[in-house]
């Protein structure tokens, strides 16, 4: 099935680690596999325990992969982060033009994912069989899912349960990685559903704002863009990232800062970025925003086919 391409990655390619011996040897980075066919073994600690974290790339028309190096850039540091074997930046680019190669669909906006997990669970008899301390790897590039819309969206805010200085002063939380375990974000998009809401913002217990369920918030205050700082325990987004260097070529400016949830509420505009795309906000709780259509079809044309013009601007990991 073109339209959806499955790979499981090798890791003796892939990360800084001797080879494994058995079926993972390889000389390739990846080993294509039938879609639908089972593929995660429930012996595997990003099964069984979530231990692992992924990475979500849009892959423009099929053929462009939207902020593909700041992505890897994340990839290898959360690998670094989460103790694992240190991730190959190069191996995991070719991995990933290898995959888009092969991608047949006619989507305009298929999603490319990548997940690393710790590997086999040593603690179990199947672990001890299959190289502990190996990490697994899986990528996709799927042309049937569902694309990002740009319609506006209203959200509510939503506690996190912690305080806005909790990753300065508990940094094994690991707040900040792109975990893959998403049960409360899943949980939190339910929450939305019985809300009446497009979307959730959590906000800490002190009343700053933090993340989406899968996007970043950014906010305008006329000619200056202000989003939260990721050291306050949020991913930092590679989408955000692209918002903020597409302002830059505007001749704006940006800021990260500890912003509180009223004063997010004072923006004259407000977005969500997720997944290579700049989406609006209309409204969060009572407070209600601007929309600016023309922007937003400005912007993600920048970020999808303006690249090169773009890379000027990145922040980097």
Partial sequence: ?????????????????????????????????????????????????GDGFFEAISVIDGKIPVSLDLHLERLVSHTRTL?????????????????IARFKGKS????????????FDPKTGIGKEHHPGVPSVWMYIDGEGTEHSTKPLSLSAISSGRLSDAAKLYPYLLLGIKSMSYLVNMSAEREAARRGVDDVIFQTTDKYALECTHAAIVARYGSVWVTPDPSIGIV?????????????????????????????????????????????????????????????KEANQAIHFEQPEQEKYWEHE
């Fill in 108 to 119: 305009h906006d298929p999603m490319l994912r990548i997940f690393i997990s710790r590997g």
């Fill in 83 to 99: 103790e694992l074997p240190l991730a190959k930046i190069d191996a995991f680019r070719e991995a990933c033009w290898d995959m």
């Fill in 236 to 296: 930092w987004s590679t989408s955000q990232r692209e918002l903020f260097a597409y302002a830059k070529r505007l001749g704006m400016e940006t800021r990260y800062e500890k912003l509180s949830m009223e004063r997010l509420k004072e923006a004259d505009e407000v977005y969500e970025t997720r997944g290579g795309w700049v989406i609006p906000v209309k409204q969060i709780d009572d407070a209600k925003f601007r929309v600016n259509e023309e922007f937003v």
């Fill in 1 to 49: 099935m073109a339209s959806i391409v499955l790979a499981r990655g090798v890791a003796g390619e892939l990360f800084d680690i001797d080879a494994p011996k058995g079926g993972l040897t390889s000389e390739s980075h990846l080993i294509y596999a039938d879609p639908n066919l089972f593929q995660v073994s429930c012996f595997d600690l990003g099964f069984s325990r």
